[in-house]
C-alpha cells in the first residue's frame, strides 16, 4: 500500500503558476501510474492529468492542455503539477492518485489510493 501526501496548494490570482507535488510513501513508487484530479465545489471529482509509471506517457483533460504539465521523480517518489495561467475555473481541490499498472487511465475509478487534497483557489 502507498500513502500519498499533497501540497502546495494556495491563492494565485488569474494568469498566475502553482506547482502540486504529492510525495509517495509506502511501497515502491515506481510500481504506481499516478493521477492528478479536481474537485470544484458542487461537482464531481474530474481527471486534470496522468502520468504512466515510467513517466513516458502523460495524458491530460482538454481545459488543462497547453497549461498543466505532470512529471515525476521516481528518485524522489514524488509527482508534480505544474500549474500555469490559471484560471477562476481552476479552482478545486486537487488530488493525486495512484494505481498499481504500467499506464496511467483517466478514470476515477480505476485508481486505488488517494491523497488528502490541497486547495487550489484563482482570483479574478
Known amino acids: 500500500q502507498v500513502q500519498l501526501v499533497e501540497s502546495g496548494g494556495g491563492l494565485v490570482q488569474a494568469g498566475g503558476s502553482l506547482r502540486l507535488s504529492c510525495a509517495a510513501s509506502?511501497?515502491?513508487?515506481?510500481?504506481?501510474?499516478m493521477g492528478w484530479f479536481r474537485q470544484a465545489p458542487g461537482k464531481e471529482r474530474e481527471f486534470v492529468a496522468a502520468?504512466?509509471?515510467?513517466?513516458?506517457?502523460?495524458y491530460y483533460a482538454d481545459p488543462v492542455k497547453g497549461r498543466f504539465t505532470v512529471s515525476r521523480d521516481n528518485a524522489k517518489n514524488t509527482v508534480y503539477l505544474q500549474m500555469n495561467s490559471l484560471k477562476p475555473e481552476d479552482t478545486a481541490v486537487y488530488y493525486c492518485?495512484?494505481?498499481?499498472?504500467?499506464?496511467?487511465?483517466?478514470?476515477?475509478?480505476?485508481?486505488?489510493?488517494w491523497g488528502q487534497g490541497t486547495q487550489v483557489t484563482v482570483s479574478s
Open positions: 492518485a495512484g494505481r498499481t499498472t504500467v499506464l496511467a487511465t483517466t478514470t476515477l475509478r480505476e485508481y486505488d489510493y
Open positions: 509506502g511501497r515502491t513508487f515506481t510500481a504506481y501510474a
Open positions: 502520468i504512466s509509471r515510467s513517466g513516458g506517457s502523460t
